[in-house]
């Protein structure tokens, strides 16, 4: 059995590590990329549940609803699935974790005090100002 360090895991193979200043530096980049997903996020959400609604009222012999609609729908939510997984590829490029795509939330990998940390966002915030143990989660947040 392969061991690996703790340091090796905790980056979850991207391999960059975050400073706060860093973090906060990347914001003006980073910001408008979460804006983007979290956008999309919410217009794959209404498509989906559009689509839902279409489906049940067909299956229900409903009539009045013409058949392209559905179809043009169903291509609304794959194009915004591909491009929900860009963005996070776009993230993910850049060294961030994404955690929640609906909130906007993502985390930097860093370490504080020798230990692995994760330095925490959410979109809203004026910068990085807090930071999560890596098996605390959002809850876990402390302040920098």
Not at 19 to 38: G, H, I, S, Y
Not at 55 to 83: C, T, V
Not at 99 to 119: C, N, Q, W, Y
Request: aromatic letters at 6%; one cysteine or more.
């Amino acid at each position: 059995m392969v061991r690996r360090s703790r340091r090796s895991d905790h980056t979850f193979g991207l391999g960059r590590e975050f400073t706060p200043d860093e973090a906060n530096a990347l914001l003006p980049t980073v910001r408008p990329v979460v804006e983007r997903l979290v956008a999309a996020k919410h217009a794959f959400d209404a498509a989906q549940e559009r689509s839902d609604e279409l489906s049940q009222h067909i299956s229900g012999n409903g009539g009045g609803i013409p058949p392209a609609e559905l179809a043009e729908l169903r291509g609304r939510i794959e194009q915004l699935a591909s491009e929900i997984a860009a963005v996070i590829g776009e993230l993910e490029e850049l060294g961030l974790l994404v955690k929640d795509i609906d909130a906007g939330l993502v985390d930097f990998p860093s370490t504080r005090d020798g230990e692995p940390v994760l330095l925490c966002w959410l979109l809203g915030e004026d910068e990085v100002a807090w930071y999560h143990g890596y098996d605390d989660g959002f809850a876990g947040r402390q302040p920098l």
